[in-house]
């Protein structure tokens, strides 16, 4: 589920989002972004420096770095990132891209042992932590790897073989990192059904779980148009890791714009050619507001943690469904259904709050409440629909309120519908 492309598969991060970092807890758990570093060319140290910050504010530990192998500039933008990382007690571990580049043996037996002794770098059992992004056939290759860096902890991503082949492989991996954190085509809610599997199969080996808020891509110059139903991901996924308790968790993506994945406001140095009209104005930093509390309800085990604050995060389509045509987009990857069967025309809110509330929405001069229809610890998930409704979109709860931007009945300037959402804060 991304762009195989090498110098421009899509990811970044943005704005702040309210949150305060949260401490390492004993039982070692920990939380991760998926970066790419790929968008990267030209990036300043000032730009690593904010993503880090903001990254660390919602509790997430530190980046998996996205990197390709023919990028030119991997060698500044990767020593820009440990040094900066360095400085912020963050985590880095090399992610290599193995769909959308070739790697020689050399190639990442040169990048592991130039960063493995950095502060920076992610160590288990005294070994440097690493992954990738697909590259089953590549499997034989790591046992010289690891003879040639004087070890390393291996925890990719091979989901293209289903846990079963995953399985197959224990002998060759320290753990596993499952990229499948978005619906099946035709699905519109995810099941932890290969999270199971994929525990399972691991024999108590670490399990990386990947969580993602969103996924719609447009790109016809790389046969990408598809959207995967979203409307209750973000809070489906964090209540599933609750009950999943993996060893780690990835999050896609930090700043994967043509994906619409990210989990902050556009960059537009970092937007693929193409994804710039689904893209421009639809900031996602908002997603940010809840991960503080989820983050330490898993690493704590326990839903009863205390909230750093009271409020809200709200995530809607700015047309409706149907107001026009789909432009081609299909229900997930691999779908042949229109993506307009796989969304309905609603505002999706996850709510923060040590009492359950319920949340007032007005979409132009229409007005209505609502209440929570389904809650986990501290956090409640509610959906208001706007079928038949326009006009700027207000949420308040708890005595505050926000505007976020007006839903339409026209169709976008593309011609066809936009399935990708603004997220606002309350």
């Given at each position: ?281 639809f900031g996602h930093s908002a997603f940010r507001f809840v991960l503080p509390y989820f983050i330490s309800a898993y690493k704590t085990g326990n839903t009863n943690v205390e909230l750093p604050s009271e409020g809200a995060v709200a995530w809607y ?110």
């Amino acid at each position: 589920m991304r762009l195989n492309i090498v110098a421009a598969v899509v990811l970044l991060v943005g704005s702040t989002a309210a949150g305060v970092a949260i401490p390492r807890q004993g039982n070692g758990r920990q939380v991760f972004a998926h970066y790419m570093v790929g968008l990267t060319s030209g990036q300043s140290k000032d730009q690593w420096q904010k993503d880090i910050t903001e990254a660390k504010s919602a509790g997430i530990d530190g980046f998996a770095l996205n990197v390709g192998s023919a990028d030119s500039w991997n060698a500044q933008q990767l020593q820009l990132a440990y040094d900066t990382a360095s400085s912020n007690s963050f985590d880095l571990f090399l992610s290599f891209d193995m769909a959308a580049s070739s790697w020689s043996v050399d190639q990442v037996v040169s990048l592991v042992n130039q960063y493995k002794g950095a502060n920076s770098q992610l160590k288990v059992n005294g070994k440097p932590f690493v992954s990738t992004f697909e590259g089953p056939t590549w499997a034989d290759n790591w046992a010289a790897v690891r003879s040639a860096t004087g070890g390393i902890f291996l925890v990719p991503d091979w989901s293209s073989l289903g846990a079963q082949g995953v399985g197959s492989k224990l002998s060759q991996i320290d753990g596993a990192f499952n990229w499948g954190a978005w619906p099946n085509a035709n699905e519109y809610t995810i099941t932890t059904g290969n999270d199971q599997a994929y525990k399972s199969t691991l024999q108590g080996k670490p399990y990386m779980m990947g969580v993602s808020p969103y996924f719609y891509t447009d790109l016809p110059q790389y046969n990408k148009n598809w959207y995967s139903s979203s409307d209750s991901l973000w809070y489906d996924r964090w209540k599933q890791v609750l009950d999943i308790q993996p060893e780690y968790i990835e999050i896609i993506t930090w700043n994967d714009y043509g994906e619409s994945s990210y989990i902050n406001d556009p960059v537009a140095a970092q937007i693929v050619s193409g994804a710039e009209g689904y893209v421009d104005g639809f900031g996602h930093s908002a997603f940010r507001f809840v991960l503080p509390y989820f983050i330490s309800a898993y690493k704590t085990g326990n839903t009863n943690v205390e909230l750093p604050s009271e409020g809200a995060v709200a995530w809607y389509r700015t047309t409706p469904a149907a107001v026009c045509g789909n432009g081609g987009t299909v229900w997930g990857q691999g779908g042949s259904a229109s993506a307009a069967s796989g969304t309905k025309d609603v505002i999706s809110i996850i709510a923060l709050s040590n009492s359950p509330k319920d949340i007032t929405v007005a979409i132009g001069g229409t007005t209505q409440t609502v209440s929570a229809s389904s809650s986990v610890g501290k956090a409640s998930f509610y959906e208001i629909d706007f079928s038949g409704k326009s006009g700027t979109v207000t949420i308040t709860f708890n005595g505050k309120s926000t505007t976020g931007p007006a839903i339409s009945a026209e169709c976008p300037s593309s011609g066809h519908v936009n399935f990708n959402s603004v997220a606002i804060q309350v």
